[in-house]
């Protein structure tokens, strides 16, 4: 079994432990290291919450690779209502903007991007001003 590192900078991937770590296949999260099988069972044996959050978030990475709507209703169904509260509040935000999000999975080339550099290049002068 492996040993846990000292803190999560010790840990091979960038940014810490769990730092876009979930699913290596994934368009959406590439981890620069994918941690073992051996690390994921004793981390989950240690801590069961992590294969919770692991399920929640390789589901919701699959829909947005596939722009899967319907999964994206499931999703919300499934986790709102979650033991975890940083899950249910999750699905609860992605249930209060499901237009925008549905919208994301449907026009996945639209970016507003290019009309928020612009707006932030204004925005900050003027922020700078009143404080």
Request: hydrophobic residues 35%; neutral net charge.
């Given at each position: 079994?492996?040993?846990?590192?000292?803190?999560?900078?010790?840990?091979?991937?960038?940014?810490?432990l769990?730092?876009?770590?979930?699913?290596?296949?994934?368009?959406?999260?590439?981890?620069?290291?994918?941690?073992?099988?051996?690390?994921?069972?004793?981390?989950?044996?240690?801590?069961?919450?992590?294969?919770?959050?692991?399920?929640?978030?390789?589901?919701?990475?699959?829909?947005?690779?596939?722009?899967?709507e319907?999964?994206?209703?499931?999703?919300?169904?499934?986790?709102?209502?979650?033991?975890?509260?940083?899950?249910?509040?999750?699905?609860?935000?992605?249930?209060?903007?499901?237009?925008?999000?549905?919208?994301?999975l449907?026009?996945?080339?639209?970016?507003?991007?290019?009309?928020?550099?612009?707006?932030?290049?204004?925005?900050?002068?003027?922020?700078?001003?009143?404080?």
């Amino acid at each position: 079994m492996p040993t846990l590192p000292k803190s999560c900078a010790e840990h091979p991937g960038r940014g810490g432990l769990f730092w876009k770590e979930i699913d290596t296949r994934s368009k959406v999260s590439k981890p620069s290291k994918a941690l073992s099988p051996e690390w994921y069972a004793h981390l989950e044996a240690l801590l069961p919450s992590v294969a919770r959050f692991r399920a929640c978030l390789s589901t919701f990475t699959t829909i947005l690779d596939t722009g899967d709507e319907a999964g994206l209703d499931q999703f919300i169904q499934t986790y709102q209502d979650d033991a975890s509260e940083p899950i249910a509040v999750f699905a609860s935000g992605l249930q209060q903007d499901l237009e925008a999000v549905k919208n994301c999975l449907r026009f996945p080339a639209i970016s507003n991007g290019p009309i928020e550099g612009p707006n932030n290049k204004i925005k900050k002068p003027l922020l700078a001003q009143w404080s």
